[in-house]
């Protein structure tokens, strides 16, 4: 399914040649990346600590990046990409789109390459090490490369509320200052990967599929009664309702990890730290902040689904783990589409 939101604008100056002095954006770069070193590590405040690793750009934080990238834009370039916080585009999420025209705003064709570093560089920032080298190859496999992928800058940085989003296949990802309230990861995202568009039931080659695998080893553990509850028939929408956060009193699908042995739990755990290792630091913390205020690990429910599998081998590779504020999807057939979302507190009145 594809879906596509494009916003329109035309270059009226050519940005390459609209005068950006080079030496002085390697000097103001090179501060940035200097300012800060240290590391930090994830505090266990959660029912699991999340595993410790090596954090991407976040010596720095991205937004510094998204800052930068901002001074040095033209007026035709932020005509194409430049957006009141408020605009409708901000908060949108869908598994195949561009933010602006991909014809004249993808970031190959609109940007400088001292622009485009600018752009890595935030998307250094807001992944892991990890996450960073597994996007890249989903973004080369999927469309060709980072550079066919489409970012816009919502409200201004440094002066007030604002976000960076970028779009494309199989993506949409956020750096926001905490400027959204009441969410992690700035709002909504998606991630997906598709190394052919009908894979096999092993998946090769698929960045992501190691997360199916845990959640499966889950389900393994559960025993008959619980494999009852948490095996659906009939699987979600593959679109940004299936995230829609619905509240401590709403009636979850699916086995409740309060139901779970500790053994169990502790693969749960393993299985969400694996969602997460994807993410720069702070992304992660203000995650397991959000469920932590909802009911921790205990308040979350699993389910698998019987749609979709490949193979027909009973690994399940669509399933959904789920919270008063937490909804994270992973349907892994044809090809992988996860939907995420992620809050403090579910905004939506609570369905029963």
């Known amino acids: 399914m594809k879906k596509s939101v494009k916003a329109t604008g035309r270059i009226e100056v050519c ?17 940035a990346i200097a300012a800060g070193a240290a590391t930090t590590v994830i505090p266990g405040s959660f029912a699991f600590a999340a595993a410790s690793r090596p954090a991407a750009t976040e010596s720095k934080p991205a937004e510094t990046f998204v800052k930068m990238l901002y001074d040095t834009l033209t007026p035709a370039q932020r ?3 430049h957006m009141p916080f408020d605009h409708k585009l901000r908060s949108h999420v869908a598994n195949n789109w561009h933010i602006v025209d991909e014809k004249e705003g993808a970031i190959g064709k609109l940007y400088t390459s001292d622009q485009k570093e600018l752009i890595r560089q935030i998307f ?16 080369k496999d999927d469309s060709g490369g980072f550079e066919k992928y489409t970012c816009a800058i919502f409200g201004e940085p440094g002066a007030n509320r604002f976000e960076w989003v970028m779009t494309g296949r199989h993506l949409t990802i956020r750096a926001d200052g905490n400027s959204v309230e009441n969410t992690a990861f700035g709002g909504p995202i998606f991630y997906g990967h598709a190394v052919t568009a009908e894979e096999t039931p092993d ?8 997360q199916g695998k845990l959640a499966n080893k889950v389900f393994q553990a559960l025993d008959g009664k619980q494999r009852e509850s948490a095996l659906l028939s009939e699987d979600p929408a593959d679109d940004e309702s299936t995230v829609m956060l619905r509240g401590p009193r709403a009636n979850f699908p699916g086995l409740a990890a309060g139901n779970m042995s500790k053994d169990q739990k502790q693969l749960l755990e393993e299985t969400l730290k694996s969602l997460l ?9 203000e995650v397991l902040a959000c469920l932590k ?11 698998f689904f019987k749609s979709g599998d490949l193979g027909n081998d009973g690994i399940w590779d669509r399933w959904r783990v789920e919270g008063p504020a937490f909804a994270w999807y992973f349907r892994g057939s044809p090809h992988v589409h996860t939907w995420v979302n992620v809050a403090h ?7 029963v």
Request: hydrophobic content about 30%.
């Open 124 to 139: 250094r920032g807001v992944t892991s090490e990890e996450g960073y080298e597994k996007f890249q190859k989903q973004m």
């Open 15 to 31: 940005p390459v040649c609209d005068g950006i002095s080079r030496r002085n954006f390697l000097q103001g770069v090179g501060r």
């Open 277 to 285: 290792a994807m993410y720069r630091q702070s992304d992660v913390e």
């Open 345 to 351: 507190y579910a905004q939506r009145k609570d369905r």
């Open 79 to 81: 005509k194409i990409m």
């Open 203 to 210: 998946h090769p080659g698929n960045v992501w599929w190691h």
């Open 293 to 303: 205020a909802n009911g921790g690990l205990d308040a979350l429910h699993l389910s």
